[in-house]
């Protein structure tokens, strides 16, 4: 299902060629002053077409608040938000009802919903549907900001150049707010133009790239979360694999941890300042699915769009045929990119439920 | 929370050194002859002291099923099972009041909880609390077994030493039903005198390891999950990161999958023997949240125990001041080996809940 | 929150006076066929200016559904549903800011969201919300219809005056047939004057009247349910008790049973046909939080519409002294008739959740 | 399921004539001292036998804690009680597996389950299972307590005998003390000779009688609770019904609410002492689904009980006939006194999750 969530509830709706796309957020405070300026910068930032990566489809991404909101301010009531859908040309996908993408979710779609499904561009599958997802999460990360939660993410990875990681210990602002105005966010901007030529070089070749974003959220206050089911990395997956493409997620130093031992692993406490912190953070800030006040940090692996222009060997479901299909347009090579901001609102709107 | 499910609702309690632990399952269909000896070889992988490298406390974890079962047929009424705590010697513990264990949820608890918690032997963030996890699990499982599902795992790595992967696109029943009877499961058995001697090197430096497992479900027919937030990845991380101590999880190809190309990641379709079935499972059996019908494959990274005997820095919560602490006993020092089998549970939860 | 459901879930949005209102619909199983008709039909029974009886204000009240339908058959992804407000002028409502309505939520509200929710119209607390949930609840019938459940309601009294009972062991198609073309829903229409006069009389003297709607299902199979906390009488109640106004829900004999010997309660089984039916239905078709196969029977006692023009008693939250009020404008006097179509939208949304 | 909640949820599980029944209840926070000998005072209301009024079978139903609690303080881990059963012999209950009893949950649970349901003693559909409902609600009672939150109820009436209502504007703590002391409760114990007299009539014919319980909340803080599907009458509701024989519910004025004009249902506000009140309290507390301040007042409708011991007409489901069956063995006559302290502690469950 598209609905989520205990605290602040989300339930997203829209398909990619439909009238519109959307979301209802149900459980926001009240009296919160929504910063449109940077709601939309985060949209921006998603949005398809606002950097030379991205794909040539153009899209809107005007988000008209339906309710919940007054003046500007929150009223505690569900907020809805509709997207219109402004380029829906239906006859690109014209050849993909019988014969599903590989990569994409038109096959499991077809099983899952006995064909009723709407395929075209993806349908309630699409990539598109992430737009929702940043309003939503925009409006979340707000509201944690007034706690002193700050979220920021960068392109850890694309394919395999990499980027500098987040010091795990201390996080500065000001990188914070410089990562929060790109849509090409990296800590170390020297690795972008190697990044780029990757990105090139696979749209060149019709073909696609993926990466990894890392995230990070400061200024958590120690002791949020549960043990077991209700933990922090249990509410942050079970937002995080909602973004199409994600195929894993790890915390701290992640699957690193298993090649250290315990005395390296084992993340020491000291007092500093009054407040007690750890000297590492390989936990990534949370342990025994509660946050220890130290940064949250994790990274999610972005698949390769699965959107290319090659041909590509699949079956026929109406002739019940091995065949092949090429799938016509320009394809955005890599969402990477975009999807720091996705993996950020996703952070959010599961920080938020704890 | 420890409660969590949908379909299958799972409610764990107890802590380590209390009278009891036990689980609450609620949901499961009525009709299923119970396979005990089954469910004690589970309950047998996962308590320690079965196998030469595990921690020598012993634990009886004699599962005492209290309602929900008739004769050994589940009526359909909810399932509690409970397990008696033998040897909960508090003494072991009396100094970590004040000091919290690095790696151990003994600070966060402490912050969550206003330092009302139990902290004896970790409380109910206690890795024991995985005994009534694999009650819970081997009991989907069988329910499961009936629909064709079957599950196994094997130790992917221990620390940097490596078992051979799953085949993702075929995996032999043969080979599920031997792994499910070892306590120490590996499809190379060649790689475990290695990856003892890493443990034993370990535990002889007062140390500990960690390791990976790789988990599988064959039999899973396609068509299961949601997109968004319900997908069959989200469900099962929300699972997942309840297990202590995992640290990451990833799906078929996961992170190296960041690496690919779509032209290579984009798993390819194909009729065999009337079927649709993908080439290659880069997608580890799950796109779009929704199963493909191949194997799902997934990995979960356990870090290394953190119970062990160095000296290690922390904090003293009363005198507010930097100290040091060494834990006494012995401790295991790697549970890996015993995680395969509370990772196969977790999944098992997962699935019915799909 | 405005959000509900399990194996179907709901999420309502909106106010009175802002832009427009809705619903998402998450979980309707693909394949459906909607009835347009059918559909506007419920949505006209529930909208004032419709029936003789209703508000002065008018509403179009016109489904615009964004998503989840293609060609008119549900594809299965959340279907969102956007209703305009055409007709919101605010300036009616300028004097309740401070001055709380009796019996309304502005009191409650301005505890509940510190003062920042929409106050206009009754906000998101409108009897108008009702509007999105009669959409959903006539997806759901549909869907139920499909399977053999049928839903309708009857005024059974408004203030003293009473309709005829349904006959709780069989209720006929044709009854059922009828009672759901009906704006002013009746099994004996000759009551149809009298309750006319006493709803008229409350309006010329700016006073206003309630009532009690009783509902049925036919078609429920047996079965369906659980014991404790998601009983069909529970799940119907935790829906039933969002419908504002309504203070009381009985199920069966209801409130009358009390004064019953067990004798009587207990409703004998017999075979006819080669099916277990009961030949009394005191239980109203639910025993044990489980349907019995019977009709399901439940009265929903639904208070006198809290808009009155009468000058009424209450507190300036500002002044903070007491004072008086009278809303102006023209009300409506009696909204049981059109209660019945929402009361059955509730019943529906309930069963598909069972 | 036998599961429910949000903030704190409950699990109940177990069988008449199993060996135990029990609860989890999971959320209540840390640090709450439990009063044990309210707790066990509570229990014994509930338990039959205390009242010259109640059942003949005895039962023993002393909470065993197996987790959540140390040194009787919680630790805000889930809280684990069984009771063990000890006096279930099955051999009552033979002739019940294929003849189900009037009045019962035998056949729906036979319908739901497949036939594979426990149904000794009514197994997990029994009112035995009320007892660790009544513990979890005392402990959620005393987490309330420390919020200022009173609850009492009292036996409104019994057959046609009635008791005094609540005074819905004021409801002295001297009122509530002693009514919680109580195993028969009443305003008005005038009535008690008159009451008894009805049951001992029910008893002597080998029948049994119903009544009502009336219960209020008082020192609830305005503000609690939410529109629509999480209102406070919704989460009460959705509790309330859990309770066996519960057949109706009201607040307020309830169904008779449906008598009066708007004039007089509207509760006027006034300010007193510097508080918002009203005036009167038809709505019980509870406005647009958010709490007013004043007392919450709720009336449940309690079946007579469906244990008689006359011949009674029923189906043999193994021979397909129609048949007559006599339960054997004395009866509780009324379990409505008993009902007082399970309404109770519904209620305490319903507000701790508001």
Known sequence: MSSWGNKVKISIFGESHGPAIGVVLDGIEPGIRLDMDELLLNMGRRAPGKDKAATPRKEADMPNILSGVLDGVTTGAPICCVIENTNTRSGDYGNILSKPRPGHADYTGFMRYNGFNDIRGGGHFSGRLTA???????????????????????????????????????????????????SFPLIDEAVENEMRSVIESARLSQDSVGGIIECCATGVKAGLGSPMFEGAENVISSVMFGVPAVKGLEFGAGFDITKMHGSQSNDPFKYENGKVVTTSNNNGGIIGGITTGMPIILRAAIKPTASISQQQSTVDLQTKENTTLVVKGRHDPCIVSRASVVIESALALALINL
Chains 1, 2, 3, 4 share one sequence.
């Open 132 to 182: 929702p997802l940043v309003f939503a999460g925009s409006v979340c990360r707000q509201a944690l900001k007034l706690q002193g939660f700050k979220i920021a993410s960068h392109i850890y990875s694309v394919n395999t150049v990499q980027d500098k990681p987040f010091d795990p210990i201390s996080i500065d602002d000001s990188l914070i707010e410089r990562l929060n105005q790109k």
